[in-house]
T-cell receptor, first 115, second 117 residues
Framework: AQSVTQLGSHVSVSEGALVLLRCNYS??????LFWYVQYPNQGLQLLLK??????LVKGINGFEAEFKKSETSFHLTKPSAHMSDAAEYFC?????????????FGSGTRLQVQP | DVKVTQSSRYLVKRTGEKVFLECVQD?????MFWYRQDPGLGLRLIYF???????EKGDIPEGYSVSREKKERFSLILESASTNQTSMYLC????????????????FGEGSWLTVV
């Protein structure tokens, strides 16, 4: 079965600093990979996704992620954090081997941005 | 824009009550999902449906059932609510045709906070 590991349940950065949120997956077949963001008291919003092709994927709000097959990773980055980036971030995978329609999510990383 | 609407944002129910959580999507999506979100556990899949009257168990179906009588509506049912079902419930939907060429982005509702006392 697919699984997703997000290292660090809480990450704190200063405004203007680099944001790095880590995601590793386990799969025998390269999966489709997603990052979602959840603002307080809201549902999840898609930030970006990787399916095939270019391994560096750009998303909304200045975020990007790089798919590294050799490291089974899909870390999320943003060069300069903004106060509005404070939220919870979820990495998710789809199971291309079984074709399961649902996504499997990681446990989430809460990003705090300090002024 | 895709719109997934969960009818109740906040509910408080008593142990043993039957609870219905309703979800409607307006984009003619084939797939609909119910997830449960708990701190430190992320989102866990309860049930999903890929067509009217079709359903499949997710990873934690115990204590739950679902109903999909119309394509746009997917209901989650707690037959006899228990305190360990206090959680945030998220409904989502996706377009089946997207699977083959662009991955499977799924679109979420705002969530329903359920407290069972």
């Amino acid at each position: 079965a697919q699984s997703v590991t997000q290292l660090g349940s809480h990450v704190s950065v200063s405004e203007g600093a680099l944001v790095l949120l880590r995601c590793n997956y386990s799969s025998s077949v390269p999966p489709y990979l997603f990052w979602y963001v959840q603002y307080p008291n809201q549902g999840l919003q898609l930030l970006l996704k990787y399916t095939t092709g270019a391994t560096l994927v750009k998303g909304i709000n200045g975020f990007e992620a790089e798919f590294k097959k050799s490291e089974t990773s899909f870390h999320l980055t943003k060069p300069s954090a903004h106060m509005s980036d404070a939220a919870e971030y979820f990495c998710a995978v789809s199971d291309q081997r079984t074709g399961r329609r649902a996504l499997t999510f990681g446990s989430g990383t809460r990003l705090q941005v300090q002024p | 824009d895709v719109k997934v609407t969960q009818s109740s944002r906040y509910l408080v129910k008593r142990t043993g009550e039957k609870v219905f959580l309703e979800c409607v999507q307006d984009m003619d999506h084939e797939n609909m999902f119910w997830y449960r979100q708990d701190p430190g556990l992320g989102l866990r899949l309860i049930y999903f449906s890929y067509d009217v009257k079709m359903k499949e168990k997710g990873d934690i179906p115990e204590g739950y059932s679902v109903s999909r009588e119309k394509k746009e509506r997917f209901s989650l049912i707690l037959e006899s609510a228990s305190t360990n079902q206090t959680s945030m419930y998220l409904c989502a939907s996706s377009f089946e045709g997207a699977r083959s060429h662009s991955g499977l982005p799924i679109y979420f509702g705002e969530g329903s906070w359920l407290t069972v006392v």
